[in-house]
Nanobody, 116 residues
């Protein structure tokens, strides 16, 4: 059973930083791409960042320069490092694993609230 568990969300002041973690289990972590998404109130879920098995990263234009992504294959985790946060980054952040058959696995999400 594939499981993804996000943590690290919370309340942060504008201009601050947060590190989110996604701990995974149930499959060969090192062989899979992991993606972070976010969903703000009233908005659709959108891609934030992804990291491949060979640590190639994809960063959405909306967070480029502020967010980075990294993985630790020994710990089966993918971290999202967020800096210079503003209220527009308030959202629930989810990590995702998509199988080669297109099946999606999601964590329950972690809430990030940026106060202005």
């Amino acid at each position: 059973q594939v499981q993804l568990v996000e943590s690290g969300g919370g309340l942060v002041q504008a201009g601050g930083s947060l590190n989110l973690s996604c701990v995974t289990s149930g499959y060969k972590f090192s062989a899979k791409t992991i993606t972070w998404y976010r969903q703000a109130p009233g908005n659709q879920r959108e891609l934030v960042a992804a990291i491949s098995t060979i640590t190639t990263t994809t960063i959405a234009d909306t967070v480029k320069g502020r967010f980075t992504i990294s993985r630790d294959n020994a710990k089966d985790t993918v971290d999202l490092h967020m800096t210079s946060l503003t209220s527009e980054y308030t959202a629930v952040y989810y990590c995702n694993y998509r199988t080669g058959y297109g099946e999606d696995y999601w964590g329950k999400g972690t809430l990030v609230t940026v106060s202005s």
